[in-house]
């Protein structure tokens, strides 16, 4: 079985196996990354970020024709080898494994454009590491019914769309945050065509504390199950309770996952409203591996 290098990765506790693939010369099968990320028969991580070389993926092609610089493309998949349209903590991964191996540079002032499934995201530095620009959000018409276990009854969830797609719970109490098992996969009723992740969320007391809202969050990731942290998610559940909380609701947000806190900021473009999210991306260690 041939071998290969590669290096985890974490955001939060949000993990991630990252191959390096410059040229597109690895054709992984969903078995060959689910294996991989098999925390008892493989590296494990919640995800596979592949890096390659925008010019040498068919879906590059959209990003270089939205940012011809864009030169790097971050091929994410699920833990279970699907493939995912866009990852928050899996981009500012992605980053930093770009910088500390040399493969790009990122002055301070400048950003650092990443392509991804969704888009071309532009990464910056922050205090607390990295900070993407997401872009523009939309929220859907849908509103589904989500069953879990360990709430009594189904909960109203908001759809949000970050180029992947989320439904957003609210939870009246830090006990019913804690008492969700998510070892079960929640129950959306109408179920989206191609699923989508669950945030649920609990304001914190008070909501806004020197002009920052802050909230609670624990979320279950398609084709992953329950994760410490979840980039997108994260985002998606600010969004949420900013709308929820009205006009006066502050634009900056502060989001307490089990894996760490992230910050979220939404901000005011000339194509609309962007959302960026800011924390740490760290590199743990690198090695090789056989491939079944």
Known sequence: ??????????????????????????????????????????????????????????????????????????????????????????????????????????????????????????????????????????APAAEPLVRAKGLSVPRPGMSIDLGNPHVVVALASEEELEGLDLTVIPILDPAPEHGANVEFVVPSEPLVKDGVGRIRMRVFERGVGETLSCGTGTVAAALAVRSWAGESAPNSWRVEVPGGTLGVRMFPTEEGEHVALSGPATLVFSGTVALA
């Not at 079985?1 to 993990?15: A, C, L, Q, S």
């Not at 060959?32 to 070389?53: E, N, S, W």
Request: proline share 4%; with cysteine; charged share 25%.
């Open 1 to 138: 079985m041939p071998e290969i290098t590669f290096t985890k990765g974490h955001g939060t506790g949000n993990d991630f196996v990252i191959v390096a693939d410059p040229d597109g010369q690895y054709d992984l099968s969903p078995e060959q990354v689910a294996a991989l990320c098999d925390r008892r028969f493989g590296i494990g991580g919640d995800g596979l970020l592949r890096v390659v070389r925008s010019r040498a993926i068919d879906a590059g092609a959209a990003a270089l024709a939205e940012e011809p610089d864009a030169e790097w493309f971050m091929d994410y998949r699920n833990a279970d080898g699907s493939i995912a349209e866009m990852c928050g903590n899996g981009v500012r991964v992605f980053a930093r494994y770009l910088l500390d191996t040399e493969l790009a540079t990122l002055e301070p002032g400048s950003t650092l454009p990443i392509g991804t499934r969704a888009g071309v995201k532009d990464v910056t530095r922050s205090e607390t590491g990295f900070q993407a620009d997401l872009g523009r959000w939309t």
